[in-house]
């Protein structure tokens, strides 16, 4: 059995934000050994080491930081997931949590309302203008054209975006129905969204670095909090 972690509050009045670097020396063994049947079943689609390492890590991590927030067993957690493949717990429909991965790093995101969290990998070579026709619409790639700095702009509006359609648990399948601004230093960068998402929400939007080359978004439901960083 994996050392047990200290008991950690669940957050009501902001959100953990909890940092993994797959370089780190983890047992993958141990984190394995919490993973459920159908979990090690979908290990068998990874053809590379790499990514299996990252999917056992981040359920294992996944399970072990659940676990001590709700006082559970993480091997019998069981989770459920929405049309679009958003997972979630099936007993405890008020742990809120998202995760992303970007090469050797991952982030889980609790907090006490719906979330969505996206990391990138900003030193990787983009070519920027094929991706921008090809996800955003005219409106928001004029809003990346009016930023100095393009690298930086680029990942800002893709992480928002991003987390903002992992908040909504539409993903990809949203991605006409949002259009975000590249600008910095907005409390909502939403510049205009499909009314399928209600009128009746609000959706907090924070970037944050987890390290400088590694910008990042969460967005949350009707709720403005702030972030406690950690590291795994
Ligand atoms: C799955 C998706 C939600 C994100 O995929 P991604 O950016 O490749 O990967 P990330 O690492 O950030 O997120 C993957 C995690 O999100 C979670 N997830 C899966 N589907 C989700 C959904 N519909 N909503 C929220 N979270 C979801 C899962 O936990 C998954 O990790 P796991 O498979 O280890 O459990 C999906 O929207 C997608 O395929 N996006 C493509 C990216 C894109 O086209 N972006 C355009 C510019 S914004």
Known sequence: MPRPLPDLKYPDQHCDLWSVSLNEPYSEAELFELLSRDEKRRLDRFSNKTARRGFVCSRGVLRRLIGSY???????LEFAFNDHGKPRLKDFPNCFFNISHS????????????CGIDIECSTRKVDFQPILRRFFAEEEIASWQLQP????????????????LKATGVGIRGLNKVRISFAPELAEPVIWLDQSFGLNDRWFFEDFFIEPSYPGCIVLQNKQLPIHFHSF
């Not at 709700?70 to 019998?76: D, F, M, R, V, W």
């Not at 090469?103 to 719906?114: E, G, N, S």
């Not at 700095?149 to 903002?164: C, L, M, N």
Request: charged share 30%; net charge positive.
């Open 70 to 76: 709700l006082g559970q067993n993480p091997k019998k």
């Open 103 to 114: 090469r050797d790093r991952l982030v889980l995101l609790f907090a006490p309302c719906c």
């Open 149 to 164: 700095e393009p690298v930086t702009a680029f990942f800002r509006g893709w992480t928002r975006k991003e987390a903002f």
